[in-house]
């Protein structure tokens, strides 16, 4: 078995580094977690970036090769842990499969004021006060519900759980956590998504390090 090392940011708030930590979890493989502190700027320091020479998080380090972008190394991870033997984070169907990594590239070259005006902080800690969008965020929001309500089936993007489904749901949580009102459909999208326990462990992780640990709002069943 290869030797597998995560590089995460220390405070656990990226969506792209809880992104891989799920994958890695889903596939139920042994790797080990290395903390960037992005406030000290440990991911621009000569020995981070001989390992990700993006100085980016997250970086997956295999028996000393190492691979960044999020998506990138989940692909990597379904190739590198292949069904049967390991759970899939893609649809084998070749369709279902495209549609999954559509969503990601989507994910991530689209929604930039949501991103920028609902960040992954509110996820995790609770607001300081309501957020009401302006008219541009409001036309990304409504962009982003409508591609989701049309995505979406009875519970995945496919027939089965993917890891583009915790993307999508991650994005669509963002929401939740400013107030912004979705769709019934929309909101169990995102709850089966945050029910996972590869989902739940972050959680958890987080608040341990932090020492305020409360599994209700996460509680798996």
Sequence with gaps: MQSLSLYIDRKRLSPYAMSVFVALREKHVDFKEIKIDLDKDENKTDTYLRICKTGKIPCLSVDGWSIFESMAITEFLDELFPA????????????????????????????????QNMPSTGIFQPLPEPYVPDRHTQMEIDRLTRVSEALIG??????????ADF???????????????????????????????????????????????DPSPFDVP
């Design 154 to 163: 009875d519970q995945w993007l496919s027939s089965q759980w993917s890891i």
């Design 84 to 115: 049967p033997d390991y759970p899939a984070l893609y649809p084998a169907d070749i369709r279902a499969r495209a549609k999954c990594r559509a969503v990601q590239a989507l994910l991530k070259s689209d929604f930039s004021l949501i991103c």
């Design 167 to 213: 993307d999508l749901a991650f994005m669509l949580h963002r929401l939740l956590s400013f107030k912004v009102p979705i769709s019934e459909k929309l909101y169990s999208y995102v709850m089966r998504n945050f029910q996972r326990e590869s989902v739940h462990v972050w959680f958890k992780l987080r608040e341990l390090e932090r020492g305020t640990w």
